[in-house]
T-cell receptor, first 115, second 111 residues
Framework: AAGVIQSPRHLIKEKRETATLKCYPI?????VYWYQQGPGQDPQFLIS???????DKGSIPDRFSAQQFSDYHSELNMSSLELGDSALYFC??????????????FGPGTRLTVL | QKEVEQDPGPLSVPEGAIVSLNCTYS??????FMWYRQYSRKGPELLMY????GNKEDGRFTAQVDKSSKYISLFIRDSQPSDSATYLC???????????FGTGTRLTIIP
């Protein structure tokens, strides 16, 4: 079965550089979520999109922006990178079914290291 | 204070033992409760979800939710070395909203 695809899997950047993380949801999934997991930490919600519109926003720094494209893939753009941005970034996708439980399927994550 | 608290462990038990993992939470709006398993360098994988209070069983896994105490548990019976992973509890008020996670418990099953 198709899974959530994230690229790149690993990324090393210098401070103040820019990074772009990509997420390809499971086919026919219309909702994408981004989470950040610091070392030894729980995943923290950043932002979500439903049908290409932002649906919710969490603790996402102003230096970060994201969007969902017409093919439902999503990109997380991170500028002016800081050491504290080093983390595992997960994308999850789901099919919205009203208020019923919508399982979120997680990708393998992108490990970002900022030097 | 975090909305969801989970003992980070690590927890080591012998193969065949019963494992109990727990989370407490403070937000009474949470209605959906999930347990995810995360292997090293992989994304979280859903094990079970429960709506509101009650028990749910799936093979060797049983999830319990006590909303009155704001306490959820995952029991693993006849634990296997392949169960060694980090277990994360997660919860959400509505089924289509962001998840709030616990910090995860690292579990090792010793053969």
């Amino acid at each position: 079965a198709a899974g959530v695809i994230q690229s790149p899997r690993h990324l090393i950047k210098e401070k103040r550089e820019t990074a772009t993380l990509k997420c390809y949801p499971i086919p026919r999934h219309d909702t994408v979520y981004w989470y950040q997991q610091g070392p030894g930490q729980d995943p923290q919600f950043l932002i979500s999109f439903y049908e290409k519109m932002q649906s919710d926003k969490g603790s996402i720094p102003d230096r970060f922006s994201a969007q969902q494209f017409s093919d439902y893939h999503s990109e997380l753009n991170m500028s002016s990178l800081e050491l504290g941005d080093s983390a595992l970034y997960f994308c999850a996708s789901s099919v919205r079914q009203g208020l019923l439980y919508n399982e979120q399927f997680f990708g393998p994550g992108t490990r970002l290291t900022v030097l | 204070q975090k909305e969801v608290e989970q003992d980070p462990g690590p927890l080591s038990v012998p193969e065949g033992a019963i494992v109990s993992l727990n989370c407490t939470y403070s937000n009474s709006a949470f209605q959906y409760f999930m347990w995810y398993r995360q292997y090293s360098r992989k994304g979280p994988e859903l094990l079970m979800y429960t709506y509101s209070s009650g028990n749910k069983e799936d093979g060797r896994f049983t999830a319990q939710v006590d909303k009155s105490s704001k306490y959820i548990s995952l029991f693993i019976r006849d634990s296997q070395p392949s169960d060694s992973a980090t277990y994360l509890c997660a919860m959400t008020p509505f089924g289509n909203e962001k998840l709030t996670f616990g910090t995860g418990t690292r579990l090792t099953i010793i053969p």
